[in-house]
């Protein structure tokens, strides 16, 4: 008989954290940002936990953190492979944001055309050096403005040609639209992201200048339908994982689509039973990721989630620390078929190349 409550609560139920992940993971949404020097930190972290592979999504991105948020530097790829991928063979493969990453001040491009062709050169140059997909950052939709000013949409034709190349190129696109749906709604108490959009001002796009939530998602179902050859990953459970059923029905629609889970536990958590439903339903179009800075901690929240019918437990924070959450979550107790296939089987099969680094390592 258990007569000892739980540190954080009064409630006695069991807690099992995983010490590592029951079958072996790719975390397949994450950032180094180049922070080169701590990648021998990041291989601790994975060894200890069971991360086989990581996915540095933005490997040609500086990341600088500046008031009320973050602001990107495009920079080469060539550390990513000479820090990360060489010293650690078979542990880390990354994505090009190729020139999709660009001051939110300046226009995209000036002249389309020539933008997408040198876009598409230098994903090409990438994919050579050993680039594995195409990231598109929220950015696109939200922020980027051709040279009249106007708002230029993901299913802008003029982009067309970029997806064709990733259709050529036999890659995936990883494409962030939107962002949660609260950052759309008025910043006030009864907002469920308050403390976040107090903390982080650049996450509200409540601002008419901004286009509506669901706009951003109408404009990724028609680009999802335009280029029903390209595979798209969509981060974030296509960004509404709020509305399950809106995402089940997005994937029913276009075959072409699969989902990342990364940084939406919370969202999952809270609807245990809807969730573990969807993704039972689901098995074959979704992805591990965690969008949050490696560390032990952080992974086996994960694999409590994904593993576990613990309950009431918490989340953590979208930065990967555990000082503030908004809710506690309640463990999906995956079946281990549909374990495996969200921890690496998906993403091998969208990914092929990772196959043999990955059975290298991974005896499964
Ligand atoms: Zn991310």
């Not at 020539?114 to 195409?134: C, M, N, P, S, T």
């Not at 982080?200 to 796009?205: A, G, I, R, V």
Request: glycine residues 6%; contains cysteine; charged residues 25%.
């Amino acid at each position: 008989m258990n007569l000892h409550p739980r540190p954080d609560t009064f409630l006695f139920s069991p807690e099992h954290i995983p010490e590592r992940a029951r079958f072996p993971v790719i975390d397949a949404h994450n950032h180094l940002w180049s922070a080169w020097d701590s990648i021998d930190r990041v291989v601790e972290v994975m060894d200890q936990v069971g991360v086989v592979g990581y996915c540095d999504l933005t490997a040609n991105v500086e990341l600088q953190w500046v008031t009320g948020g973050y602001a990107f530097k495009a920079t080469s790829i060539d550390p990513f492979f000479a820090r990360a991928v060489t010293p650690h063979p078979g542990r880390f493969y990354g994505f090009t944001t190729s020139l999709f990453t660009r001051p939110i001040t300046e226009p995209l491009f000036d002249e389309a055309r020539a933008f997408v062709e040198q876009a598409i050169a230098l994903l090409e140059q990438h994919v050579r050096l050993g680039a594995q997909g195409l990231k598109i950052l929220k950015e696109l939709g939200l922020h980027y403005r051709d040279a009249y000013g106007r708002r230029i949409a993901c299913c802008d034709e003029r982009l067309a040609p970029v997806w064709q190349a990733c259709t050529r190129l036999k890659i995936p696109v990883l494409l962030h639209q939107a962002d949660p749906y609260g950052f759309f709604e008025p910043v006030t108490p009864a907002n469920e992201h308050y403390g976040s959009l107090q903390k982080y001002p650049s996450w509200s796009f409540v601002d008419p200048r901004f286009p509506r939530f669901i706009t951003l998602q109408e404009e990724m179902t028609r680009l999802l339908a335009n280029h029903p050859d390209t595979t798209f990953i969509l981060a974030h459970a296509a960004n509404f994982p709020e509305n399950l059923e809106y995402v089940g029905n997005l994937l029913d629609r276009h075959p072409n689509a699969f989902i990342d889970l990364s940084a939406r536990t919370d969202e999952l958590g809270r609807q245990p039973h809807t969730a573990r439903q969807f993704i039972i339903r689901y098995q074959d179009r979704i992805i591990f990721g965690t969008d949050m800075p490696a560390s032990v901690e952080m992974y086996r929240y994960h694999f409590r989630f994904y593993e576990t019918t613990d309950e009431y437990f918490i989340h953590p924070d979208y930065d990967g620390t555990f000082g503030r959450y908004r809710w506690r979550v309640h463990g999906l107790g995956l079946p281990d078929d549909v374990l495996k296939k969200l921890y690496h089987q998906n993403i091998l099969r969208l990914i092929p190349g990772l196959r043999k680094p990955f059975t290298g390592r991974a005896n499964t």
